[in-house]
């Protein structure tokens, strides 16, 4: 019975699950973007976000706690410079999975996991986005409308 056994095995025992995870999350940080099945990636998901999460602080523990996961320095090093500086900002859910359709000799669901701040088309429609009305614009523009017509609509009485 699977009681209370909550997260993907995946088909492997646990040290070789441990050491896929950590191959995959590396590939990720270095390439900010992986082509993997949706098991693995949903996997992968859960097991990198904690890791970006953590190099938001850059303290010594937190530097351990991510090596002793991923083991691979020059990683480590480009999560804490480069990555953590990017998602600063951001709240979580710092990957996105986007499924690309069935692969050609098994048939397994297929899909790419990417970090979502590296993605220059996604990021290129938010701008564009933004660039249209806001609340607050709309606002301002409808409060300034009726000062504006007020004194014209005076002038026109008073001739």
Known sequence: MRHNKKFNHLGRTASHRNAMLANMACSLIKHKRITTTVAKAKALKKFVEPLITRAKDDTTNSRRVVFSNLQDK?????????????????????????????RLGDNAEMCFIELVDYNENMAKDKVAKKATRTRRSK????????????????????E
Request: proline letters at 6%; zero cysteines; aromatic letters at 4%.
């Open 74 to 102: 020059n990683v480590v090093t480009e999560l804490f410079k480069e990555i953590s500086v990017k998602i600063a900002d951001r709240p979580g859910g710092y990957t996105r999975i986007i499924k690309t359709g069935n």
């Open 139 to 158: 606002k301002a523009a409808v409060e300034t409308a009726p000062v504006a017509e007020a004194p014209v609509a005076e002038e026109a009485k008073a």
